[in-house]
């Protein structure tokens, strides 16, 4: 049975800092990994999506990596400000793209401050 | 703009109602996906589409219903809600052609006292 875990759960980090969210899975039969990012009672917001056979996806300050043998993805902030505070989540799709399902981590709240 | 719904947003009700929570989608998607989430906890897959009169149940039981009559719609039946129904239920849709990236609503916050 596929698991996802992240760690760490919580973070709290100054303004400006870099961070790194670490998402670990236990089957590396994966069709894809997505990064969402969900702000208190609302909605997920995708951030980026990884396809198997890709090593990294980037968009602005956020880079995301994987390492599907390994089953370890990581999403970099560069520079990070206080409206990236939020909860992070990582989801691993198995099955396959027409008929998949996501599995979801439990997430890693990030608080940054001013 | 292409979007996806939710209605209500909040809903607080009484033990043994009859509630339908709705979804939409603008965006031209086949599939789409219902799942609950408890605070601080990960989201679980109750129920999921991929397409019109397409139907399954997902990896969490539930004792809510869906049907999709439309290709933009996915309404969400509980028959008679129960505390243990409390929960965050949020809705998501893909497209085949896409990875099948999922994009959520904003969710609906049920309360059943």
Redesign the interface.
């Known amino acids: 049975k596929q698991e ?1 875990t992240q760690i760490p759960a919580a973070l709290s980090v100054p303004e400006g800092e870099n961070l790194v969210l670490n998402c670990s899975f236990t089957d590396s039969a994966i ?2 990994l ?1 990064w ?1 990012r969900q702000d208190p ?6 951030l980026l ?1 990884i ?1 198997s056979s890709q090593r990294e996806q980037t968009s602005g300050r956020l880079n995301a990596s994987l390492d599907k043998s390994s089953g370890r993805s990581t999403l970099y902030i560069a520079a990070s400000q206080p409206g990236d505070s939020a909860t992070y ?1 990582c ?1 691993v ?1 198995i099955g396959s ?6 599995i ?4 890693t709240t990030l608080q940054v401050k001013p | 703009e292409a979007d996806i719904y ?1 209605t209500p947003r909040y809903l607080v009700i009484g033990t043994g109602k009859k509630i339908t929570l709705e979804c939409s989608q603008t965006m031209g998607h086949d599939k789409m ?1 219902w799942y609950q989430q408890d605070p ?6 109750i129920h ?1 589409s ?1 397409g019109v009169n397409s139907t399954e149940k ?2 969490l039981s539930s004792e809510s219903t869906v049907s999709r009559i439309r290709t933009e719609h996915f309404p969400l039946t509980l028959e008679s809600a129960r505390p243990s129904h409390t929960s ?1 239920y ?1 809705c ?1 849709s893909s497209a ?1 052609n896409s ?9 609906t ?1 049920l309360t059943v006292l």
């Open positions: 996802v069709y894809n997505q969402f009672g609302k909605g997920l917001t995708s999506l396809q989540l989801a799709l793209g027409n008929t998949g399902k996501l979801f981590g439990q997430g | 939710q996906y601080g906890m990960e989201l679980h897959l999921y991929y997902g990896d965050q949020l998501a085949t990875y099948n990236e999922q994009f959520f609503g904003p969710g916050r």
